[in-house]
T-cell receptor, first 113, second 113 residues
Framework: DAMVIQNPRYQVTQFGKPVTLSCSQT?????MYWYQQKSSQAPKLLFH???????NEADTPDNFQSRRPNTSFCFLDIRSPGLGDAAMYLC????????????FGPGTRLTVT | GENVEQHPSTLSVQEGDSAVIKCTYS??????FPWYKQELGKGPQLIID?????GEKKDQRIAVTLNKTAKHFSLHITETQPEDSAVYFC????????????FGKGTTLSVSS
């Protein structure tokens, strides 16, 4: 039944050690998004893919990268995690970019030690 | 750009009472307004949405109203139950392809039995 799947659900990494979070979807949606959500805050968009076209938000740090090898999968790479990168990372999908419903995954809780 | 304000930040009600959460937006071109419910440790779940050509939409105990002139929209939950306790986010889409959903800061709803 799960439509947007994120793995792992919990990830612990060390300061400066690269980490990859994964997202997969069974909805065949064109758009996949990555959001960062810190405690008691709204989700903050990092970037999105429309098909293979990558769109980075202006204030997303260079430390965050993404890959989308096919329609179903999307990865978030954090090259050198800092303590401030500890957060919930949410993947979402939508059919298109304009006014379409976004469906979120359960999130990956990242801890940086 | 678009800005979404959400009130109140916390709301406590007794089981069976109604709860109302209000949002205002700044961009008159915004045309899609979803509401998300986020339970602790989970991703946001789309619970209801409304488009700018509609004034009200209902789904069982949940309703959303939109006032385009005043640029505000509200979530109404009737006959609240303890399982309605969660953080609720409103959002607005600026109506231009390639732009992102803009989220409010969230309302923590607590329903006590």
């Amino acid at each position: 039944d799960a439509m947007v799947i994120q793995n792992p659900r919990y990830q612990v990494t060390q300061f400066g050690k690269p980490v990859t979070l994964s997202c997969s979807q069974t909805l065949n949606h064109n758009v996949m998004y990555w959001y960062q959500q810190k405690s008691s805050q709204a989700p903050k968009l990092l970037f999105h893919y429309y098909d293979k076209d990558f769109n980075n938000e202006a204030d997303t740090p260079d430390n965050f990268q993404s890959r989308r090898p096919n329609t179903s999968f999307c990865f978030l790479d954090i090259r050198s995690p800092g303590l401030g990168d500890a957060a919930m990372y949410l993947c979402a999908t939508s059919v298109g970019l304009s006014s379409y419903e976004q469906y979120f995954g359960p999130g990956t809780r990242l801890t940086v030690t | 750009g678009e800005n979404v304000e959400q009130h109140p930040s916390t709301l406590s009600v007794q089981e069976g009472d109604s709860a109302v959460i209000k949002c205002t937006y700044s961009d008159s071109a915004s045309n899609y307004f979803p509401w998300y419910k986020q339970e602790l440790g989970k991703g946001p779940q789309l619970i209801i949405d409304i488009r700018s050509n509609v004034g009200e939409k209902k789904d069982q105990r949940i309703a959303v109203t939109l006032n385009k002139t005043a640029k505000h929209f509200s979530l109404h939950i009737t006959e609240t139950q303890p399982e309605d306790s969660a953080v609720y986010f409103c959002a607005a889409h600026p109506g231009r392809a390639g732009t992102a959903l803009i989220f409010g800061k969230g309302t923590t709803l607590s329903v006590s039995s």
